[in-house]
């Protein structure tokens, strides 16, 4: 990293302000998930399996950026509140597919409909086009750190864009 941007202000680091965001919408979002006794972690694996379907614990915890053993723990709170189930033993390999159980579906709908404020809150004041030019570059930001830009490439910004 070059010295000039070590010394950016805060304020005006992206990664600062990224992380920023990142901390307020998951505060916003355990508070409206809260009332329903759900964790960030658990509403992420409920909406993860509703789309993905079987998944085993690896990829559970591949999907939501955890440790195995996290989402283990994860896992077993949801099943011991019945809104996942799991088979004790799998015929071939380690890997137990979970699925979704209907108290997990039911409970499912009451925390995206919790979450919808949330949503609508974080992006108020972006008309659409700004809404999808913002994802866009996250995308890029996504790719870049994942898998290095090159020059000219990946890291360049629509036309018009903000970056």
């Not at 070590?6 to 965001?21: E, N």
Request: proline content about 6%; hydrophobic content about 40%.
């Amino acid at each position: 990293m070059c010295q000039a941007a070590s010394l950016r202000p805060l304020d005006r680091s992206i990664g600062y302000v990224l992380k920023q965001a990142t901390t307020a919408l998951n505060a916003a979002m355990a508070a409206a998930l809260r009332p329903h006794g759900l964790t960030v972690p658990q509403y992420s694996c409920l909406e993860l399996l509703s789309q993905r379907p079987e998944q085993s614990n690896a990829e559970l915890a591949r999907g939501m950026f955890v440790t195995p053993q996290s989402m283990n723990e994860v896992l077993r709170g949801l099943q011991s509140r019945s809104l996942v189930a799991r088979p004790q033993d799998v015929a071939i390999g380690r890997a137990r597919p979970t699925h979704l159980t209907a108290a997990g579906r039911t409970l499912l709908e009451h925390a995206r409909t919790a979450l919808v404020p949330v949503e609508e809150r974080m992006l108020s004041g972006m008309t659409s086009p700004h809404q999808q030019q913002m994802l866009a570059h996250l995308r890029t930001v996504i790719h870049n750190l994942e898998h290095g830009a090159d020059a000219g490439e990946a890291g360049t910004s629509e036309p018009g864009g903000a970056g």
